[in-house]
């Protein structure tokens, strides 16, 4: 996917979890049977903290009360060369290779069948602690998302064993943002009201938690928070350091003076990094980070909603990134944390590990994701169920379906009002078929989930039942209402004021589904979750009226292909080219590094045509050199050159952000009028991501004979 140009600092960043092979007794701790702890007193706050809330998933999982001694532990955690050096020493275990990490650990079975956790440094230390409760079954998002843990008959690791884990990325951060229409109203009204504050302590100390069992350990306060916010109070900061976060002032000062400051790699809102370092930059001392977004108020239109940022984008550009030396800081703007609690695991754990993402695939993590805070048995089906959801989503966002506009500068009117969609009717009835059997699926594995794991399925409502069904509400609110308003309506049993009334129960579904989150467990979420963020044209009803213009016209094609088309394709270049599965609106999108080529081949007559129209939908990356450009040949032609990088906030950057697809057409000599043809697509500069490609008769240019 791209060059593999690492320098040598990349081998000693990107760690994986080792084995060691010993011969040692296996760790087991039974349920119901007392866990001794030995801990030494002086270590940090922090490891005090994840010490009690490894207490408390203990009895959660094991039912099994902790005892705090040095004598006979069961478990024995320290911090290397710091407060539990002496602690480890007789342990026995290997602990050299702390030495050289920056908040790495090392969990590792003695020869008597005792489990040490060695940190090299407190939050190490934490971060080791935290991966016990990983392997107990207990979710980051265990209270968050209601993930809750199941009972274990006992814990058990296997002789040797030993995982060793420190971070590729130093710096790996959260900032809140927008959280005026969720987790503000939440948190004065339903989980700590009276509070003086608009987010108060108990919040911020669930937020802590969460971070510490995410990796997480940097915070950026919300950018619209004011004097009366928690966050800056002096009480918080202290309350930060317990749970290892460090705070950052956002993108202008991203860490607490004096430490050395990266210059960092902003996305445009909408997941594509508009400035990668240059090879200057990925030597500089402060090193280099990301600010990326999967929640975004700006032009051309927000997504606050439904956390449908593309996980397959996300997993492309920060590799990018990272390739290109951005390694030392990464920050997501997370929007209210809900509903994006995927995108923020996938942000956590790659900058944590990013080898080991994508030795799994973003599909495996999807499934892993699930499997860990749902159950295993329907990890599989609901992932699938999931990147469906993300490919459709990825080709139009629930919030963008009315064709409005948010915050255009002056002058720029009439964006409130609904528009149609550009697509003909047979993608439209496509689209809505695609969602009806999504929707089955969904509600029956749902059915599934409530019977098989009760105490999971407000997780698996909240993770997976709500968006999918939520966005597929959306969809067919404003895809019927553009139907109908053409005439047309949806079922051979429907007519036109049928299938108006199917539009508006899609509405009314969307405010019924979100009721039905925010008031589960009791109304733990109350306030949590909109239908209606920021009050916008495209969360209201639809407007009844007649369009007498015809819906966009089919188009036909001669040969339609997508970036990794392996059937009709071949590719050459200096670098190996490899596809992110999952990513484009064709989920076949294809990276193509630098004087790298694809070539398509495909049959067609073109009897008198002179020339052929080929459109090439492009990911709407931004520029790594200078320029972004695509060289396109027909069977060996002369190759024509398309420039296709936009400046952030012009109209064409606002029309690809929102399809997801740069449009480049190119108008072909044909030079062979018969036989098999070769499309040739050459990058010619760094950044190339071909999505689809549809090859078309150009009717205005036929030789009259």
Not at 193 to 203: A, N
Not at 334 to 356: H, T
Not at 426 to 451: C, E, F, M, P, T
Request: hydrophobic content about 40%; some cysteine.
């Amino acid at each position: 996917m791209f060059r593999r140009t690492l320098k040598t600092f990349a081998s000693t960043l990107v760690l994986a979890m080792t084995a060691l092979t010993l011969k040692a007794s296996a760790v087991v701790l039974p349920a119901h049977q007392q866990v001794t702890i030995a801990v030494n007193e002086g270590e940090p706050a922090v490891v005090a903290t994840a010490v009690a809330l490894l207490e408390n998933d203990l009895q959660r999982t094991l039912n099994a009360p902790v005892r705090m001694s040095t004598h006979n532990a069961q478990i024995i955690i320290g911090t290397f060369q710091g407060a539990g050096a002496k602690l480890l020493e007789p342990t026995g275990i290997d602990l050299s290779w702390l030495s050289s990490r920056t908040e790495g650990f090392v969990l590792a079975a003695t020869h008597d069948g005792r489990l040490v956790i060695a940190g090299s440094d407190a939050v190490g230390t934490a971060y080791g602690i935290m991966e016990l409760t990983r392997l107990l079954g207990v979710s980051p998002w265990e209270w968050w998302a209601d993930a809750e843990p199941e009972a274990k008959s006992e814990l058990r690791l296997p002789d040797g064993f030993v995982s060793r884990q420190a971070p590729n990325i130093r710096y790996r951060g959260i900032q809140l943002s927008d959280t005026e229409w969720g987790l503000q109203i939440w948190a004065n009204s339903t989980y700590e009201p009276g509070t003086p504050y608009y987010i108060g302590s108990k919040t911020a100390t669930r937020l802590f938690e969460l971070m510490l069992r995410l990796r997480a350990n940097l915070f950026w306060p919300p950018v619209s928070e004011n004097a009366n916010a928690f966050f800056l109070t002096d009480e918080c900061r202290e309350l930060a350091k317990t749970y290892g976060v460090i705070y950052g002032n956002g993108v202008a000062q991203p860490l607490p003076a004096p430490l050395l400051q990266p210059l960092m790699c902003e996305d445009d809102g909408f997941g594509y990094i508009c400035h990668f370092p240059t090879n200057d930059e990925a030597d500089r001392i402060g090193g280099n980070g990301i600010f990326y977004h999967v929640s975004y108020r700006g032009a051309p239109h927000d997504y606050l909603w439904l956390g449908t940022a593309s996980p397959f984008l996300m997993y492309q550009q920060l590799t990018e990134a990272y390739y290109r030396g951005a390694y030392r800081l990464w920050v997501l703007d997370v929007g209210d944390i809900k509903p994006c609690e995927y995108q923020l695991s996938l942000f956590m754990d790659m900058a944590w590990n990013r080898n080991a993402v994508e030795q799994l695939s973003i599909g495996r993590h999807i499934e892993e994701f699930i499997a860990a805070n749902v159950g295993r048995d329907i990890a599989r089906l609901s992932s699938i169920y999931l990147k469906e959801h993300y490919h459709l989503s990825f080709q139009r966002k629930p919030e963008h379906l009315a064709c409005t506009r948010t915050n255009e500068p002056a002058g720029f009117t009439g964006w409130s009002a609904v528009r149609d969609l550009p697509w003909s009717e047979k993608r439209i009835r496509h689209r809505l078929g695609r969602y009806d059997q999504l929707q089955r699926n969904v509600r029956w594995i749902a059915d599934s989930v409530r019977r098989v794991h009760p105490r999971r399925y407000d997780a698996f409502y909240q993770l997976v039942e709500y968006p999918i069904l939520a966005a597929a509400a959306q969809n067919e609110k404003y895809l019927l209402a553009q139907l109908a308003r053409h005439g047309k309506a949806y079922l051979a049993s429907d007519n036109v004021q049928s299938t108006w009334k199917r539009s508006d129960e899609a509405h009314n579904r969307v405010q019924s589904l979100t009721l039905q989150y925010n008031s589960r467990r009791g109304g733990k979420w109350e306030g949590m979750l909109s239908s209606n963020p920021a009050a916008l044209t495209v969360f209201q009803p639809v407007p009844h009226y007649q369009n007498v213009a015809p819906l966009a016209p089919e188009i036909p094609n001669i040969a339609v292909f997508y970036g990794a088309s392996y059937h009709a394709s071949s590719f050459s270049g200096s670098s190996v080219l490899d596809p992110v599965l999952g990513l484009g609106a064709s989920i076949r999108a294809m990276p193509v590094p630098k004087d790298c080529n694809i070539t398509y081949k495909f049959t067609h007559n073109f009897a008198k045509a002179q020339t052929v129209e080929v459109e090439i939908h492009m990911l709407p990356t931004h520029t790594i050199e200078a320029q972004q450009r695509l060289s396109v040949t027909l069977d060996g032609g002369q190759p024509q050159v398309f420039t296709y990088d936009t400046e952030v906030g012009s109209e064409t950057w606002k029309q690809n952000v929102l399809q997801n697809y740069a449009v480049i057409i190119a108008h072909l000599p044909v030079t062979r009028p018969t036989g098999t043809h070769e499309l040739k697509l050459s990058a010619l500069d760094e950044g190339v991501v071909v999505d689809e490609v549809f090859v078309r008769k150009n009717i205005n240019n036929v030789i009259e004979r």
